[in-house]
Nanobody, 126 residues
Framework: QVQLVESGGGLVQAGGSLRLSCAASGRTFSRYGMGWFRQAPGKERMFVAGITWSGVIKYYAEPVKGRFTISRDNAKNTVSLQMNNLKPEDTAVYYC???????????????????WGQGTQVTVSS
């Protein structure tokens, strides 16, 4: 069993920044890829960013490229999402997720992730 706990959400004005963190426990964290997803009201949960187990490969959804940065610290069992130049359309509940399989690529589909955090709300005001 894996436990994921997100933190760092909040209310910010457009153009501002937030840093989300996800603390993992219960499995060998460093062997699995991690991802961030978000879900806006009335919309499906969507992939935002992913990182391989080593941290070498990162992948971003088009709407956040150049503004968000995913990183991980395997010594601390944490994965982070630095979000800069936030826009009102970034408003959503953000979820941290752990890949179900050890792979060398980025998983982008919901079904490829086996474990999920409880989510943290990010609200960007205009």
């Amino acid at each position: 069993q894996v436990q994921l706990v997100e933190s760092g959400g909040g209310l910010v004005q457009a153009g501002g920044s937030l840093r989300l963190s996800c603390a993992a426990s219960g499995r060998t964290f460093s062997r699995y890829g991690m991802g961030w997803f978000r879900q806006a009201p009335g919309k499906e949960r969507m992939f935002v960013a992913g990182i391989t187990w080593s941290g070498v490969i990162k992948y971003y959804a088009e709407p956040v490229k150049g503004r968000f940065t995913i990183s991980r610290d395997n010594a601390k069992n944490t994965v982070s999402l630095q979000m800069n130049n936030l826009k009102p359309e970034d408003t959503a509940v953000y979820y941290c997720a752990a890949d179900s399989t050890m792979r060398g690529t980025i998983a982008t589909r919901l079904t490829e992730y086996a474990y999920w955090g409880q989510g943290t709300q990010v609200t960007v005001s205009s």
